[in-house]
């Protein structure tokens, strides 16, 4: 009877008769690394097969068990490795970031969230602590962090050799000895198609010198003093709250080298005293400032005719976003 029984459910498990690729690619789906391990209670066909998942969710894990995970890993191609935790420290990303290195060849994406319970005296706290040291991935083609409050350190060397994408958002980084401008730069990321920062913090200077870079994003960048960008491949420009001492200053605050660029987005840009922008002669779309139609002192007037002055500089436009300001007035002058 029991034999008959167990031949009954080898029978009816009609899943684990289905082949290995099939099984992974319905795992795959569970988009959880820990829902997919229980799956081997089904049946001794499921076990291991976790291990060889092209795509390891982890949500909310405890960091030694995705270390325990990663060790334990052996499918030929990790194309995506997604880690989302929470108040996470450098130390407890640090358990398994090491290991991820050689695995991954396709992305890599680690969110970082602040609980509502997180004060700022706590965040003051992290801010002076350790830092999170990115190893250099030579074989990832994709890198996202985001990190709230944790200090980024990067790699002082080696080579992003396959990277086509980073991006870097609500982070704060640590200073010398590797700038990031060194790291996305064509001798250290050869393959860079992409580069966004957005609400990034202790960066005031940011130099590029990049063979491959085609889309650059860089918003929210409150401490940003300088940037200096020669992009030869370059096709999208977003500069959005960044350089806030281009509107005033008389001195070279940036300095943009992208012959090839056909779309700008800068709503912050009028004053071509301090921001120097090379020929373009493929601009096709571009939003730039606001165009003052009256004010009360010399400095609408300015403002307008530095506006004008970069207007004429583009005569083949296809697309111009150009908003237009009425300034609050005065009771005493109605």
Not at 57 to 81: K, N, Q, S, T, W
Not at 125 to 153: H, K, S, W, Y
Not at 172 to 185: F, K
Not at 258 to 276: K, Y
């Amino acid at each position: 009877m029991e034999g008959s029984d167990e031949a009954k459910r080898r029978e009816a498990d009609h899943f684990s008769a289905l082949p290995d690729d099939v099984l992974i690619s319905i795992l795959v789906k569970l988009r959880d690394v820990a829902a997919a391990c229980q799956t081997s209670v089904l049946a001794r066909r499921w076990r291991g097969l976790w291990a060889q998942l092209p795509e390891l969710h982890f949500l909310h894990a405890d960091p030694d068990h995705i270390r325990c995970a990663l060790e334990a890993y052996r499918g030929p191609e990790l194309l995506l490795l997604s880690v989302v935790a929470q108040d996470a420290s450098p130390e407890s990303v640090a358990v398994w970031l090491p290991i991820a290195v050689p695995l991954v060849s396709g992305a890599l994406h680690f969110q970082n969230s602040r609980s509502p319970q997180r004060d700022e005296d706590e965040d003051e706290d992290d801010m002076g602590g350790a830092d999170l040291a990115l190893p250099c991935f030579g074989t990832a083609a994709e890198i996202l962090l985001n990190l709230q409050v944790l200090r980024l350190a990067l790699p002082p060397n080696g080579v992003f050799a396959r990277l086509t994408k980073l991006y870097l958002h609500g982070l704060r980084l640590r200073g010398p000895p590797c700038g990031l401008g060194d790291a996305v730069s064509s001798p250290r990321s050869p393959c860079l198609e992409l580069l966004s920062l957005i609400d990034v913090w202790v960066l005031d200077d940011l130099t590029i010198h990049s063979e491959s870079l085609e889309d650059l994003q860089l918003e929210e960048l409150p401490e940003l003093q300088h940037l200096i960008v020669k992009a030869p491949a370059l096709r999208e420009l977003a500069v959005d709250n960044c350089l806030d001492n281009a509107l005033t200053s008389t001195q070279l605050v940036a300095d943009i080298s992208a012959p090839a660029l056909e779309s700008l987005m800068w709503p912050d840009l009028c004053n071509p005293r301090s921001v120097q922008l090379g020929e373009m002669p493929h601009l096709r779309v571009l939003a730039i400032a606001s165009f003052q139609v009256y004010g009360q002192d010399n400095s609408p007037a300015m403002m307008n005719r530095c506006l004008v002055a970069t207007l004429r500089r583009f005569q083949s436009l296809k697309s111009l976003t150009l908003s237009l300001t009425y300034p609050p007035v005065s009771s005493s002058l109605t």
